[in-house]
């Protein structure tokens, strides 16, 4: 964490799949900066270890089940928060489900299920903070993925999610950035030690690195600092556009990269 702690101080956040993974260190970098992390899974199981983490930074937390498909569970856990802390000013939109699937073998239920997660899930969350982030304005961080720049075989599902997630950053940022609610996302390549590399990576992590300009996997802090920097003041002026940290690995597409 290379920010001083306390940038934050006095803020409330909210985190879906915040128990977890790149989830859990954004929730854990909030409250380093001086945030309430308001948490929310699926699965409770995943909230205790990061709730318990973010007690003992001092700052207070809420864990709660919710499966961002679900509007109505969504309305509860903005209600929550509301009644609880009666303030939000972040929003980050990190639950996502993924696997990889060929195309032709993917059913219309596999396409929705990650279609109604990913993008669907953002815009309820984004939807249901709107009336507390208007209040004295504040951030919807989305986390996306590079996916879709690069049109990756099996991962047609997760890639047109979060293209439309990219896509919807755009239009809620033009939207309700007169209401004081800037809307960014950020694009992670491959992040090491994540479920999403466990279920993408295939044990390839060494050869991925390799394949990366700065020669080594992504860190979930590398995505953590980039959204306290995003909620913070310092990106006040950061509006409707996607962030890529993936250490350069989009660029390894030039025709001159394949070997004779
Ligand atoms: N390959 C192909 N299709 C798959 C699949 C896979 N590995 N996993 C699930 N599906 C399909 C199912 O077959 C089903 O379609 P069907 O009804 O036509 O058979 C559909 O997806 C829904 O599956 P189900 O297991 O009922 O969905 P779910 O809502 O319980 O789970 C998923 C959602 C599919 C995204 C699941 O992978 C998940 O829960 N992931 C959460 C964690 C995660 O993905 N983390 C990684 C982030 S990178």
Redesign the pocket.
């Known amino acids: 964490m290379i920010f001083k702690e306390g940038i934050l101080e006095g803020k409330t956040a909210l985190v879906t799949g915040g128990g977890t993974g790149i989830g859990q260190a954004i929730s854990l970098a909030l409250a380093r900066a001086g945030c309430d992390v308001a948490l929310a899974s699926r699965d409770p199981a995943h909230l205790d270890e990061t709730r318990a983490l973010v007690e003992t930074l001092g700052r207070r937390s809420i864990a709660m089940a919710c499966d961002v498909r679900d509007a109505a569970l969504v309305d509860a856990l903005v209600a929550r928060v509301a009644g609880e802390w009666n303030r939000l000013d972040v929003l980050v939109n990190n639950a ?6 060929p195309a032709e ?6 396409f929705r ?2 279609i109604e ?1 990913d993008l669907v899930g953002t815009f309820q969350c984004s939807r249901a903070v709107f009336p507390l982030l208007s209040v004295r304005g504040g951030s919807i961080i989305n986390i996306t993925s590079t996916l879709d720049y690069q049109g990756v075989p099996m991962q047609v599902h997760a890639g047109s999610a979060k293209a439309g997630i990219d896509a919807m950053t755009r239009h809620l940022a033009s939207e309700w950035g007169p209401r004081g609610i800037r809307v960014v996302a950020i694009a992670p390549g491959p992040v090491g030690d994540t ?2 590399m466990r ?2 990576g295939g044990g390839r992590e060494a050869a991925i690195a390799e394949s990366i300009p700065l020669r080594r996997l992504g860190r979930r802090d590398d995505i953590a600092s980039m959204v306290v920097y995003l909620a913070s003041d310092a990106g006040a002026w950061i509006t409707g556009t996607s962030i890529v940290i993936d250490g350069g690995q989009r660029l390894k597409s030039s025709f001159l990269d394949v070997q004779a």
């Open positions: 996502a489900g993924n696997f990889l699937c073998k993917l059913s219309p239920n596999g299920s990650v997660i479920e999403g279920r993408l």
